[in-house]
Each structure stands twice: as C-alpha cells, then as structure tokens.
Nanobody, 118 residues
Framework: QVQLVESGGGLVQPGGSLRLSCAAS????????MGWYRQAPGKQRELVATITSGGNTNYADSMKDRFTISRDNAKNTVYLQMNSLKPEDTAVYYC????????????WGQGTQVTVSS
C-alpha cells in the first residue's frame, strides 16, 4: 500500500513559479514510476510528466519547456518545478505512482490546486 500526499499548490501570478511535492509513504518507492497529472475544470485529466526510478523522464509536449519533474528516492518524494506559469495551467495537480513490476498496481494522491491568475 502506498499513500501519496501532495503539497505546494496555491495562487500564483502569470509568469510565476511553483514547486509541487509529493511524499510517498509505504515501501518500495524505488519500484514505482512516479508522475504528475492535472485536471482543469470541465476537462479530462491529462499527463504532465513521469519519472522512473532511474531518472528517465517523459513530458507532455506543451509543458516540457517549462516544467521539470524530479525525485529523491532517499526521501520517497517526487517534485514538479513549474516555471513561466500561464492561466491555462490552472488545475488540480495529482501525484501518481505506478508499480514497474506489478501490472495495474497504481495509486493517486488527493490533488493540490494550482491557480494562475493576476
């Protein structure tokens, strides 16, 4: 069992930055591909970025130049650094963990709100 707790969301002006954190409890963090997804009002949840235990990353095309995903396996934590934020980045951001070895074993955090507005 893995529990994911996000933090770091809030209100930021356009052009600003935020860093989201997701702390994972439970065992086997290094065996999970970690990711961030987001869901804006009235829209489907979409991928932001993922990172393997070895540090290989994958980004949505629209975010790869502004967002950076990273992880600290010693702290069981994954981060999302978001720069040059735009109003269209407003969404609830969710942390996601997918087990690399057990198909279908995945977990979601409760989400953290990011609002980009002047």
């Amino acid at each position: 069992q893995v529990q994911l707790v996000e933090s770091g969301g809030g209100l930021v002006q356009p052009g600003g930055s935020l860093r989201l954190s997701c702390a994972a409890s439970g065992s086997g963090f290094s065996g999970y591909v970690m990711g961030w997804y987001r869901q804006a009002p009235g829209k489907q949840r979409e991928l932001v970025a993922t990172i393997t235990s070895g540090g290989n990353t994958n980004y949505a095309d629209s975010m790869k130049d502004r967002f950076t995903i990273s992880r600290d396996n010693a702290k069981n934590t994954v981060y999302l650094q978001m720069n040059s934020l735009k109003p269209e980045d407003t969404a609830v951001y969710y942390c996601h963990a997918r087990n690399q070895y057990i198909r279908g074993l995945l977990y979601w955090g409760q989400g953290t709100q990011v609002t980009v507005s002047s």
